[in-house]
């Protein structure tokens, strides 16, 4: 199948550019191009306007001398065309009470799971990245209007914003493959009492997720998703560092 390729790009013919080079494969056949963009064992090159991924493997071994000697002058020239697929799932509620009756602590934990793809939509393969991501969650914390409207007077409303970070071990993903992996994180609401007086309360609302690729410690790629487009837009990658969480599913 390589050798077929390899005939039909010999076969195309177009107007060589300044910076093209003839290459010769494996059988010794002769092919003009221009080397476009790496990503692994994988270079893309151009010839008569079209790009083709192929394997340096495929080349002479002068040729591939040339070739690696090339992406390390070039570590820049690296392509990738990636799409995303997030979703957020709320997920059975649990409910735990702490001791006493009903005029003390409740604590509700409400879990929510993100599934959350990686495409690959580039026609060479994404060697060796590394994806992580963040998952941003407000602390809301309200003694006053709303559901908490019998509560203490003269409080204040506060609110901070909780970052969940991971990331995924490098890794590759084929051309035109795809890399699914999810994280589920707790979310509460709670009502504190002194005495059966209520002091405060607060509720978790998820604010959205943030995904990056990474390639060789460079960002490659990136993706936004909010469940609160506003608070999201105020909110800049973290760099937090990655706490543990389900593994990536295949």
């Given amino acids: ?27 010794g056949r002769k092919i003009e191009a221009e080397l476009v963009s790496h990503a692994g064992t994988t270079v893309v090159i151009n010839r008569g306007g079209n790009e083709f991924p192929v394997d340096v493997g495929m080349f002479s ?18 392509k990738f065309n990636f799409n995303y697929y997030v979703d957020l799932e709320k997920l059975k509620i ?3 009470d702490a001791g006493g009756g009903a005029i003390d602590d409740k604590l509700k934990t409400i879990p929510y799971s993100y599934e959350m793809i990686v495409y690959n939509k580039d026609v060479a393969p994404a060697a060796d990245v590394e994806i992580r991501y963040e998952i941003y969650i407000e602390d809301f914390v309200d003694v006053r209007g709303n559901r908490f409207t019998r509560m203490a007077t003269g409080g204040e409303v506060r609110a901070r914003n909780q970052t969940i970070a991971g990331k995924l071990e490098p ?9 699914d992996f999810e994280r589920t994180v707790n979310t509460e609401f709670y009502i504190d009492r002194d005495g059966g007086r209520t002091d405060e ?14 390639k060789n ?13 506003k608070k999201m837009a105020d909110i800049k990658w973290q760099d937090t560092p990655a706490s543990e969480g389900p593994g990536p599913s295949d």
């Fill in 61 to 78: 071994l002068n040729d591939q001398n040339y070739i690696r000697d090339w992406i390390e002058k070039n570590p820049d020239a690296v």
């Fill in 94 to 96: 649990s409910q735990q």
């Fill in 1 to 27: 199948m390589k050798v077929a390729f390899l005939s039909a790009l010999l076969s195309l013919v177009g107007i060589s550019s300044a910076s093209a080079r003839e290459f010769t494969d494996s059988q």
């Fill in 171 to 179: 890794l590759t993903i084929p051309a035109g493959g795809r890399h």
């Fill in 217 to 229: 410690g460079k960002v490659v790629g990136e993706y936004v998703n909010g469940e609160n487009d």
């Fill in 201 to 214: 309360a607060a509720t978790d609302k998820m604010i959205g997720v943030r995904i990056r690729v990474y």
